[in-house]
């Protein structure tokens, strides 16, 4: 079984200040985007050949990322397995052994989402291919388990996302559809970019509260929604990584366009109307600054996999 799974960006984020749990209240609208990491399930032994042994190897296209217990795809392979444990009571036999094979594109501490997507859809193509029958809610409830960015993924394309990120409530698609998305050569860590959010006393509680009219947001083109979109995260993430905040500003000068950070950085966007536009955006600032690498990709894509051929 082949599975795409997309990237997200941030498009508006406001961030309240820090819980007692640690974790910082948010609002924000969240959007899949057309670059994509792919997972191949395969079963290597049958579930009767070995009780028990519902083992599952991951191997990855990207020899510097850890595919241990830590990869967010065996985490989120272990939660589903207990819950299928509970579910059938321990009594019936293995699932068998599985190989995933994971192509690794979505860059690591990007604010992209990559790992939480990966687990996402394997929550979704695990459900099926172990003919578990849990219902979203059954998977939204694993997936929060997993990390703050991963119950999204199982309601995209578009979304309003709140507490620490895992209420999730469908919007329409944002009407321009194409993204540049711009790579800075580093990345950043969430949790040192949230310390530093803490520091500065930044995050405040009446910017979650207030709703934009979403409805009157998404049928905005784009030239009237840059300047609606914010990211309370960027302050921050610029202050642990001083050459990101230089880099937006100069490419949102060299286009003469709004440029935001995407979650908690390092990647950077703008939004266009149609491909063309996106296109000679992203190769400009492929011109301007070759030392980051930048995309033209479609907003809300239709994932055209396995899971969405075997879908109903
Ligand atoms: O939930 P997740 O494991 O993805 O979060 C990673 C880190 O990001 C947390 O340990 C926390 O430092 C920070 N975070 C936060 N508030 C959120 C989401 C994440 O402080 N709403």
Redesign the pocket.
Known sequence: MRVLCPAKVNLHLR?GP??AD?????MSWMATVGFFDKLEFERTRGADQAPGADDLTLRCDRPDLPVDQDNLVLKAARALRDARSRRLEGSAGGAGGWTVRLEKRIPVGAGLGGG?SDAARTLIALNRLWQLGLSLNQLHAVAQT?????PFFLHEPSAICT???EHVRPIAPPRPRWIVLIFPPYGLS??AV??E?DRMKLGDAGAIEAEPNWPDWASADSEQLLPRLVNDLEPAAFAVQPDLGILRARIEQHLGRIVRMSG?GSSLFTMYDDATAASRGAGEVQGAFPGAASHAVELCPTLADDLAANAG
């Open positions: 961030v820090r819980r640690g974790f910082h209240p948010l939480s997993l990390g703050s960015d991963v507490g620490r990120g969430t949790p949230y310390r959010f908690s």
